[in-house]
């Protein structure tokens, strides 16, 4: 099992389960296939969590994460705020790779670290 920092870990906790959540999914995405193009990439004040290639087709992955869903799934904390700003960042990222002939998906990962393996939701073309 991934280590994840306890709940009190003061350096920086919740960002090191979002990198262990991103190392899990970009390994799941290489199991289905996909190649990592990119991790963490920044465009402008954007961020991009994920983007693979698989032939031509480039996903764009938000990845979320939490310690348990008790109270509230990975997924739900996402607004339409948060999916704005990831397509914009998506948009802006193909426009200045210059792609041509690729189809673009954009999906949502959510990882839940509650148990002995991580549990993966995994959401295609989710927005």
Known sequence: MPAVPARGDKTGGRHALGREAES????????RGFTLVG???RVGR???DLIARRGS????CEVRARRSDRFMAPAESLDRRKLERVRRAA?????????????V??????VVFDGPA????????AF
């Open 24 to 31: 899990f999914v970009a390994g799941e995405l290489e199991r």
């Open 39 to 41: 991790r963490n990439v």
């Open 46 to 48: 954007l961020e991009i």
């Open 57 to 60: 087709l480039i996903v764009v």
């Open 91 to 103: 948009t802006i990222w193909l426009v200045s790779s210059k792609l041509r002939g690729v189809d």
């Open 105 to 110: 998906r954009l999906d949502v990962a959510a």
């Open 118 to 125: 991580p549990r993966l939701e995994y959401y295609e073309d």
